[in-house]
């Protein structure tokens, strides 16, 4: 049972950093279209990574100190 509820949790995290990439990815195109910036889909998944890793670092849970 432990086993599920663990495919469980990672298959919802996994779908939310898929969801969290596409919205960061939309974004950053939608930025360089209006300014007509050439896009780049690495550059922006490379922006999306730094984001993840400064919200992991600087954001945590008021829990963990």
């Given at each position: 049972?432990?086993?599920?509820?663990?495919?469980?949790?990672?298959?919802?995290?996994?779908?939310?950093?898929?969801?969290?990439?596409?919205?960061?990815?939309?974004?950053?195109?939608?930025?360089?279209?209006?300014?007509?910036?050439?896009?780049?889909?690495?550059?922006a998944?490379?922006?999306?990574?730094?984001?993840?890793?400064?919200?992991?670092?600087?954001f945590?849970?008021?829990?963990?100190?």
């Amino acid at each position: 049972m432990k086993i599920i509820a663990f495919i469980t949790y990672m298959v919802a995290v996994a779908i939310g950093y898929a969801i969290s990439w596409a919205i960061t990815v939309g974004v950053l195109w939608g930025i360089a279209w209006c300014f007509s910036i050439p896009f780049s889909l690495k550059i922006a998944t490379g922006i999306w990574i730094v984001i993840c890793l400064v919200r992991a670092m600087f954001f945590r849970k008021s829990g963990d100190k």
